[in-house]
């Protein structure tokens, strides 16, 4: 290994240098703020916790991008945690033990295995929001408008939120009387939006031709507010678990539409992102400048189930690197601050602190400034004395 292969930072992990990860924290601060706002408390979870804690009822999709370690103190196996709403819903069950409900919010780093895709990495900020012991829609329709009010603030304009719902797919194969290897291929082709291999599965003489047929039409049902009319008509014969689902994503649909007549919606129904934890409504954000999700959620019962408290959770969560470099690609540049020279007056100590209760002052280590320390401390501005006063002048 030479010298400056020790100083490389492993494939996919990054980090926050002058001036970005001011400009990070500014905008984790003020999210945080707004969302406290809406009655939410901050959580600050541990970075790692024993395996059977931070996995429970989360399926599979989460353990693989979880790091595991062994715990030097009692030989179990511990992990880092790859998302925090897992730990939120143990806090919420075992923690706190509310019967009314809770609201939760967090801003913190979490690790990945490895990328979720292309355009992150594997070192995410996420921030995001968890509401337990609500059942009702209006939890759901809460949690989307605080999303969207959070995107707003950190400055996304043009936002596109797709919608979907796990129950119509999990209500259709239930009824399709497939077998568990089938189920699987055709569970796998949904997610990857495969359609051709999708048709290839579902031609064949195999369990309830009816729903076969409603899933290859449902699968090419993705589409603007009019595809929530086409489900309903294609889906029409389907279950009342199915028909249940497609009025819930309308009345949401309607509702938002009302609250955020600027915001772009559709609809996603081969969305199955976390379906192995989540239960009901699933959504995601996403902005013109990003080809993945600016941030997403959903609805998942399941997780608080698994920790002994049968309560209700929905939420969603986003990258706070994210959500900075589509506002400020090229870097956020912060405040420009004061040179104050270097000395024994008293006076001068006096006005520095004065100044510092508002603004940024760098002091010298020279007694003389100069312009190019002053450019490269990013300051704009300079401490001098005239007539026996300090006062602030351009440099």
Not at 269 to 286: D, I, K, Q
Request: aromatic fraction near 6%; glycine fraction near 8%.
């Amino acid at each position: 290994m030479t010298v400056s292969d020790r100083w490389l930072l492993p494939d996919g992990v990054d980090e926050l240098l002058p001036p970005n990860a001011r400009g990070v924290e500014q905008l984790r601060r003020r999210l945080l703020d707004n969302i406290s706002n809406w009655g939410y408390e901050l959580i600050t979870p541990p970075m790692i916790e024993y395996l059977e804690s931070l996995l429970t009822g989360t399926g599979n999709d989460l353990d693989l991008q979880t790091l595991k370690v062994t715990d030097q103190l009692s030989g179990r196996l511990m992990g880092v945690r790859a998302d925090i709403t897992p730990q939120a819903a143990r806090i919420d069950a075992h923690c706190l033990r509310r019967q009314g409900v809770t609201r939760l919010c967090y801003a913190d780093a979490v690790i990945h295995a490895r990328p979720a895709h292309l355009l992150t990495n594997r070192c995410p900020l996420q921030i995001g929001c968890e509401l337990f012991g609500e059942p009702s829609q209006a939890a759901d329709i809460e949690v989307i408008s605080l999303m969207l009010d959070t995107l707003k603030l950190a400055g996304l304009e043009k936002v596109h939120v797709d919608l979907a719902h796990v129950g119509i797919y999990r209500g259709l194969i239930a009824d399709a009387g497939f077998d568990h290897d089938t189920e699987l291929a055709i569970f796998d082709a949904i997610r990857r939006k495969s359609i051709p291999e999708l048709d290839q599965l579902l031609s064949g003489e195999l369990g309830n031709a009816d729903v076969a047929n409603m899933l290859l039409q449902m699968a090419n049902s993705a589409g603007g507010i009019d595809a929530i009319h086409n489900i309903k008509s294609i889906l029409a014969g389907a279950s009342a678990e199915v028909l249940g689902a497609i009025e819930q994503l309308d009345s949401i649909c309607e509702q938002l539409q009302q609250r955020y007549p600027d915001v772009e919606l559709g609809f996603d129904f081969c969305e199955l992102r976390g379906y192995n934890y989540h239960t009901g409504l699933v959504f995601a954000a996403y902005h013109v400048d990003y080809g993945h999700a600016v941030a997403q959620g959903g609805r998942y019962n399941a997780i608080g189930k698994e920790f002994g408290s049968d309560r209700s959770a929905t939420g969603f969560s986003a990258d706070l690197k994210i959500l900075a470099s589509l506002v400020s690609p090229d870097g956020v540049k912060g405040e420009p601050g004061i040179l104050a020279p270097l000395g024994n007056d008293i006076s001068l100590w006096a006005e520095i602190e004065r100044l510092r209760k508002t603004q940024r002052v760098v002091q010298s280590f020279s007694s003389a400034i100069e312009q190019d320390t002053a450019a490269e401390l990013g300051c704009d501005r300079k401490l001098v004395k005239e007539n026996d006063d300090w006062v602030v002048r351009p440099i």
